[in-house]
């Protein structure tokens, strides 16, 4: 797999018109060219999203979804998958970022949400989703608490 700046393949002004037409449009997509995986990112967005983005690319990958449905906006292909395997995606992509293991260390010597998020490149939201959704706090807290 290959990471790709949107910005080396087409102008940045362009990219800026398009958050602009509509926002949030493009974040990252996945091409297949001669077998080899292409990862693009937009390079808009900060370096958090953009590992999101990443995780959210490669968890497709892995887990071998279907990458050949292209729609276009704004003349730009953007691939698209059902909303199951998007919904897949977002999780794994999730784990990859933020292993539940990876957590509860982080958590166990006191690393708070915002710490997690900056120590591991991810945006705050991310870092407070996989907190609560995997139940680390809770375990750290009961433990403290024993
Ligand atoms: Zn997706």
Known sequence: MTIVDAATLVPLAELEELERIQAYAFSAATFEVRERKIVVVNPI?????????????LSHIILEHDL?????????????????EEEEATALGGTLLLP???LVSAARRGASVDAIADQYSVTVEMARFRYNTTGVGKQVAMNRSR
């Open 45 to 57: 967005r900060g370096r958090g999203r953009q590992n999101s983005d990443i995780a959210h690319e």
């Open 68 to 84: 050949s449905e292209v729609r276009e906006l704004a003349g730009m292909p953007f691939r698209t998958c059902k909303p199951e």
């Open 100 to 102: 539940r293991d990876l």
